[in-house]
């Protein structure tokens, strides 16, 4: 039996152009939810910037940030990013791979690419830094049936000694090493400055009582990102770090930039 509303429109009819309006709303809503990450979208030939117009356009929503670090307006206003000079494109059209022209561990590029994150450091539930290093930690130490890394000397990729371990970095949350510090010396240039490496990038001897970051040459610890304090590491550094030292595992040896085939 029909039940006619209208003329010849009955509950079935209705109920059927309602679903078709709830899901074109559905559409047009997560099209605009998914344009507050990463838009609007730039061409990678002309830099304009892409205009998703007033119907696919998100109102600003404001999150507030913990521990008094401020607010953060999403998708806020945008606006073009120059280009990186470090760079160049290899073809003018859409997606062609860019190339560094400089030094290609701090250029930008590839693995040693980075994303420009918080100047601030990953914190723990008080607030308090979550990476910070060993001596200044809440009551960590390294394991006695563990080998204490500090004191040993670093190699780097060529076999080269690079310097010497002056301390770790350790997460206390994770209760793991995150980073190195290591005090130049020698043939790595730069000694007496002291920079950080990646944990997961070092491979720990406790038989030859060495470390050595396979990732890149001894000479070229010199020119890694270098941290602003001593006691705490921000995202942004976090990102520079593994970036310069991510990168050499392509481009610190000439073997390692050439094809296998």
Not at 171 to 196: C, F, S
Request: proline fraction near 7%; include cysteine.
């Amino acid at each position: 039996m029909n039940y006619y509303l209208v003329g010849n429109t009955d509950l079935a009819e209705l109920a059927l152009w309602a679903f078709f309006l709830f899901f074109i709303g559905l559409i047009i809503y997560l099209r605009r939810e998914d344009r507050r990450e990463g838009y609007p979208l730039e061409s990678d030939v002309t830099g304009r910037l892409e205009n998703p117009g007033w119907l696919f356009r998100p109102d600003d929503k404001t999150f507030i940030l913990s521990n008094g670090r401020g607010v953060v307006h999403a998708p806020g206003k945008r606006v073009f990013e120059a280009p990186n000079p470090k760079t160049r494109r290899m073809s003018p059209y859409e997606g062609a791979p860019i190339e560094p022209t400089g030094n290609p561990l701090i250029d930008g590029v590839g693995p040693a690419a980075w994303a420009e994150r918080a100047h601030a450091p990953d914190i723990m539930l008080d607030g308090s830094p979550k990476i910070v290093p060993l001596d200044k930690s809440h009551g960590f130490w390294i394991a006695r049936q563990d080998r204490n890394p500090i004191g040993m000397p670093v190699f780097g990729c060529d076999n080269v000694m690079a310097g010497v371990v002056s301390n770790v970095w350790v997460d206390q949350m994770e209760r793991v090493i995150r980073y190195i510090e290591v005090r130049l010396m020698g043939d790595a240039g730069g000694a007496g400055r002291t920079v950080t490496a990646p944990m997961a990038m070092c491979q720990v001897s406790s038989r030859r009582g060495t470390v050595k970051v396979d990732a890149i040459r001894a000479d070229q610890f010199a020119a890694a990102p270098a941290l602003a304090s001593d006691s705490q590491i921000t995202f942004n550094e976090e990102e520079r770090v593994i970036g310069y030292f991510g990168g050499g595992y392509l481009y610190s040896k000439r073997s390692r930039i050439e094809p296998f085939l």
